[in-house]
């Protein structure tokens, strides 16, 4: 299905669709305590370290309104933006390409690939790469993608997938980290310890030797500039700068929504950005480029313009801002469901908050349908958000395209439309209303609260009430309702 | 001032104390307490549930109910935001600009007992007494949709023979997140956990809050795994004298 007639991203190849329902996910997750105590720590610790540097910047909520507006004029006009982008990038001697999916961004970064003659790339860390599933297409292809980005490495090396958009391995502790490297890193010394610095020093010495001897590199980018047709990458730990200049060729795959207007407006954006993802004032490294510089970096610059649901995303006019979305990773620091979950329970490489309402939307939501669900709409991550992205009420619009789309596959409503339509009848008549207030009383006489509290009574519950005692105990029904009481008074 | 009650469908049907609790209070201080027969429901379940067409019937019903009020008061906070930021909003998205209208009006009229009290009249002292150690969580809608923010607390700390003890982790959710709470009954149980045992960790007599919704959830594991602590209401709490005690007992 598609919706307004535009294409989703298709089902088959990349990393935005899970194998199981998110219900039937988390329950996997949350049996894991490891996993648990890993991301409980880390979340908590950078939640903090985030609300101390965001709480320094006197006109943070006037920056959030700014990236808003200047995301929203990026959106509104997306199609003179991009071909100004491509005409800057073209006139600089790079190479601008179009990708309508996922599948048309894989052929050709590997047919670009394979023109070099190179079998391996060096990959600076990117979620439109992860997204599309580029590492595998590549594989196939018989060409080795390097992750370079320390936390993407170690995901790569564990044959595991990224959990965070920021910090991949977050799902990770040190000593897992370690064992991961003596089992899979060659050359690595047999008498690794799990010191933070013993392995990132033995993860530097690994990726040095790829970096001097590796001929292409493939990036994302945090930022394009349409007016000069500059690409941008923030990161921590230098390893992006070192793909991003030592290759002979650059290869940039980019979501189309990256986009800003003007190079100043990268002044607001390399405010929020560290801020609120790493819980830094700065990044240690911005890398800017523009097109090829005889002589300097790269010789060869192609930019691959990415579009795999965007398009459709942006479409829908309650759901588009979900493309402002800069990747921060704020909201899952702060999302109590994916504290508890880790971000493999969501199926997609976009996990938590933003992922909830932004792969049903690459996707089409028949293909994500449980993600919309997967909050209490607690509206921790609107807060936090330094696009100002209301997910709750995006959440909330898309549990009804979930349901407009399950209705519209059937004739007869499914249980849970039935029972809300009921509901629905019940309250909109307020003698029947009153009724069925009256007719709760029956929960009293069936002793509905002692039944909850014993096993054996639980097991005779119905759903869904069966759900709720599954941990909850239910109050004693009351003996009138509120409105009798009322009527009843002198 | 004359206060039209919106009772919600949840007090009036299953927490009819909170309903009671709430008009005695205002009464006590000298409101004139109406209770439009005509109710039912905000809406909210269907409308966060994704069923908007069968909330609306229910937003057309509460304007025709509440449209000639001055001040419409709710024990609750979640109901208060889905009036507040959702009735107009799903009337002009059926195409029904009337009706949003009127929402807006009534919007603008409803207060959250917290805020009513607090803002409207001006009191943090509602002359309660209520000689217990309670603890506060302040549900995500009051906090996070109404920015209620210390309104709760000021009027408890002004609660005679009160000890108010402040909850760890207090502004995380619950887990109870409505239909949450059965379609994703594993992940809504784990923050249950946590809050439980934040309240544990309190050793409160009593755990508040102003929704009858979140305090189901938590009350529910708070009895499941024998931790002592009581939920109530906030406006049980302020409703609370010493001539007509909320009772503290066993659950």
Redesign the interface.
């Known amino acids: 299905m598609t919706y307004l007639g535009m294409p989703t991203a298709p089902p088959g190849v990349g990393q935005l669709r899970g194998s199981e329902p998110?219900?039937a996910a988390?329950?996997t997750a949350?049996a894991n305590a490891q996993l648990?105590r890993n991301l409980a720590n880390a979340t908590s610790h950078i939640r903090a370290k985030r609300a101390a540097v965001v709480g320094e910047v006197p006109d943070w909520q006037q920056l959030r309104a700014a990236a808003a507006a200047i995301k929203d004029d990026v959106l509104a006009h997306l199609d003179d933006y991009l071909v100004q982008l491509e005409a800057r990038v073209t006139e600089r001697g790079g190479v601008v390409h179009w990708a309508r999916d996922a599948r048309e961004a894989n052929r050709i970064v590997t047919e670009l690939v394979a023109a070099t003659g190179s079998r391996e790339v060096v990959k600076v860390k990117s979620m439109a790469t992860q997204e599309i599933g580029l590492n595998e297409a590549l594989a196939e292809a018989g060409i080795a993608a390097l992750e370079t980005d320390l936390a993407e490495l170690i995901v790569q090396l564990g044959d595991d997938r990224p959990s965070h958009i920021l910090v991949p391995a977050i799902h990770r502790n040190r000593t897992e980290i370690r064992d991961i490297f003596l089992a899979q890193m060659a050359g690595v010394e047999p008498g690794l310890t799990d010191d933070p610095a013993a392995l990132a020093e033995a993860a530097r010495r690994y990726l040095r030797q790829k970096f001097l001897t590796t001929p292409v590199a493939i990036s994302g980018a945090n930022f394009a500039v349409a007016e000069t047709g500059t690409l941008a990458v923030v990161e921590s730990e230098g390893n992006g700068r070192m793909c991003l200049t030592l290759p002979r060729t650059l290869i940039t795959v980019m979501g189309i929504e990256k986009l800003l207007p003007r190079f100043g407006d990268l002044e607001v954006f390399l405010q929020l950005l560290p801020r609120s993802s790493t819980g830094e004032r700065m990044n240690p490294y911005t890398s800017m480029w523009t097109g090829v510089h005889p002589g300097d970096g790269p010789q060869e610059f192609h930019l691959v313009l990415l579009d795999n649901g965007r398009t459709a995303t942006l479409a829908d006019r309650r759901g588009r801002a979900a493309l402002r979305c800069i990747r921060c990773s704020a909201c899952l620091n702060v999302c109590?469901?994916y504290e508890?979950?880790g971000g493999h329970a969501y199926g997609s490489v976009y996990p938590g908050p933003i992922g909830a309402v932004l792969s049903p939307q690459l996707t089409g939501v028949a293909d994500n349908a449980s993600l919309?669900?997967?909050?209490?709409?607690?509206?921790?991550c609107?807060?936090v958000c330094p696009v100002a992205i209301d997910i709750p009420?995006m959440l909330?619009h898309?549990?009804?395209?979930?349901?407009e789309d399950k209705a519209a596959g059937h004739r007869l409503p499914g249980v849970?439309?039935a029972g809300?339509?009921a509901?629905?009848w019940a309250?909109?008549g307020?003698r029947r209303?009153r009724w069925?207030?009256r007719a709760?009383r029956l929960g009293r006489w069936a002793r509905l609260d002692r039944l909850?509290?014993s096993r054996l009574g639980r097991r005779l519950l119905p759903p869904?009430l069966s759900?709720?005692v599954?941990?909850?105990?239910?109050?004693q029904?009351?003996t009138?309702?509120?409105?009798d009481?009322?009527?009843g008074q002198p | 001032m004359r206060v039209a009650l919106f009772a919600t469908c949840l007090v009036d049907g299953l927490f009819p104390d909170v309903g009671r609790a709430t008009v005695r209070l205002l009464r006590r201080l000298g409101h004139e307490v109406s209770f439009p027969e005509q109710q039912s429901c905000c809406g909210q379940m269907h409308l966060n549930t994704g069923y908007p067409a069968q909330a609306l019937p229910l937003i057309r019903r509460h304007a025709q109910v509440f449209g000639n009020y001055d001040a419409i008061v709710a024990p609750s906070g979640s109901c208060t935001g889905a009036i507040r930021h959702q009735h107009a909003d799903t009337a002009r998205r059926f195409g029904d600009d009337k009706l949003a209208g009127a929402a807006e009006t009534i919007a603008a009229r409803t207060y959250e007992l917290s805020e009513f009290l607090v803002d409207v009249t001006g009191v943090t002292d509602v002359g309660a007494f209520f000689p217990h150690r309670v603890t506060y969580h302040p549900t995500c809608h009051s906090l996070r949709l109404l920015r209620v923010g210390d309104k709760p607390m000021a009027l408890l700390r002004a609660v005679e023979g009160l000890d108010l003890v402040e909850l760890p982790a207090a502004e995380s959710c619950c887990g109870f997140g409505g239909t949450f709470a059965l379609k994703n009954s594993a992940v809504s149980q784990a923050m249950l956990a946590d809050k439980v045992a934040a309240v544990a960790a309190t050793g409160a007599q009593v755990c508040s809050a102003g929704d009858s919704s979140c305090l189901m959830h938590i009350g529910g594991g708070l009895s499941r795994l024998r931790v002592g602590a009581r939920p109530l209401h906030l406006a049980q709490i302020l409703a609370s004298t010493r001539t007509d005690p909320a009772l503290v007992g066993p659950l």
């Open positions: 998110f219900p988390a329950e949350l648990r109590p469901v508890r979950t919309p669900f997967a909050s209490t709409l607690c509206g921790a609107y807060d009420s909330v898309l549990r009804s395209r979930v349901n849970e439309a809300m339509a509901a629905s309250m909109r307020p209303w069925l207030l709760a909850s509290r869904p759900s709720w599954a941990a909850r105990d239910l109050p029904p009351p009138s309702s509120f409105r009481w009322w009527a």
